[in-house]
Structure formats: C-alpha cells, structure tokens
C-alpha cells in the first residue's frame, strides 16, 4: 500500500526508476495525471505542450524500434552487434508505458526558452504525482529525440521538438538517494 506523503517528502523521496514490474500503467492513470499536471506555470497560458503515450503492446514495440534505429549513426552504437540491439529494443518494449512530452518552437528565442521551462515544470508534476501513487520513471532526453527518424515515427511535426521521453512503471525497489549540495553553499543573497 503507497501512503500518501507531503509535498516535501514527495519531493525528496522521489527517485529515477529503471527498473519496472511488468504490471501495466492504464492510458487513463497517465491522462489523470496529465490534467493534474498542465497547472504547471506557463507564460501567458501559452500551454505549448501536447503527449504521445505509448501503453499498448505493439506501440511500445514501434517506439523502441525507433528509439534504437534512431542512435545507429552514433559511433558507439554502430559498434553494438545486431543481438545486443535487438536485446536493448526487447528491454524497451517491456517498459510499461513511456510519454512523449513534446512542445511547439515557438520563433522568439524568450518564448522558446519559457516554454521550455513550463513544459519542464509539467513533467516534473507529472513525475511526483506518478511517485505518490507507486508508479516510477525515468526522464529520457538521450540523443534520439532530436532524429529526424524518431520524431517523423512518432507524429512530431517540424515546429515541435520533444522535451522527453518518460519511461514509466510500477517498481519493487526504490535506488538510495545520492546526496544533494545544499542551497546555501550555491546561494548569492544581494
């Protein structure tokens, strides 16, 4: 049974989880979370945000296909052999659910940059609010978001960029906190 906890412990409890039970994450837990989600400040309600969600089988399939097509032109991955691929797409499609939080690019550099920042603070709601209810994740923004073949799979449009790739699920075991410099030894009072 998960308590519920305060905001500043949900805060401090929550952790990057990579490491998911096989029980699904219904669309409909993820929409919840969603509309609680997009209260996330944004510069004259601009909402510059919209989501793909992946749940059912075959999406997740697609998605990590894409994922892993996408990092081929990396030096690193081209050294990858075929069957290490194929094991890394297979650990990807078993990820219950992943949320493709992308955003419109908006042609002024200040709009751009705050609504990077709301779209942002979105799915950090959407990160702790997930957390309160057991369901874990990991904020994706590795390389492939940015291929042409990654995005053109997944339906983003040539004004739009993805902020992130949230991979989600229920989890047994919780990673130990790592330690945080405290705000004072980073703090400029003037």
């Not at 004259?44 to 697609?62: C, D």
């Not at 994922?67 to 052999?81: E, F, G, T, W």
């Not at 890394?88 to 990820?95: D, E, G, Q, V």
């Not at 990991?138 to 960029?161: A, H, K, M, N, Q």
Request: hydrophobic share 45%; proline share 6%; with cysteine.
């Amino acid at each position: 049974m998960w308590v519920r906890m305060s905001i500043a412990a949900t805060i401090r409890e929550r952790r990057s989880i990579r490491q998911f039970k096989e029980d699904p994450v219904p669309a409909e837990l993820i929409i919840q979370w969603l509309n609680d989600a997009v209260w996330a400040p944004n510069h004259g309600l601009r909402e510059p945000w919209r989501f793909i969600v992946a749940e059912r089988a075959e999406a997740r399939e697609t998605l990590a296909d894409l994922m892993v097509d996408s990092l081929s032109h990396l030096k690193l991955v081209k050294l990858i052999p075929g069957k290490i691929k194929q094991v890394m797409k297979a650990k990807i499609s078993r990820i219950p659910a992943h949320l493709i939080v992308v955003m419109k690019v908006d042609k002024d550099e200040h709009k751009r940059d705050e609504d990077y920042a709301a779209a942002s603070c979105l799915i950090q709601n959407f990160q702790l609010l997930a957390w309160e209810q057991g369901v874990g994740m990991i904020w994706s923004t590795t390389e492939y978001i940015r291929s042409p073949l990654f995005c053109d799979g997944v339906g983003v449009r040539p004004d739009e960029r993805v902020v992130g790739v949230l991979h989600m699920g229920y989890f047994d075991k919780v990673p130990k906190p790592r330690p945080r410099t405290p705000a004072e030894q980073k703090l400029t009072i003037l």
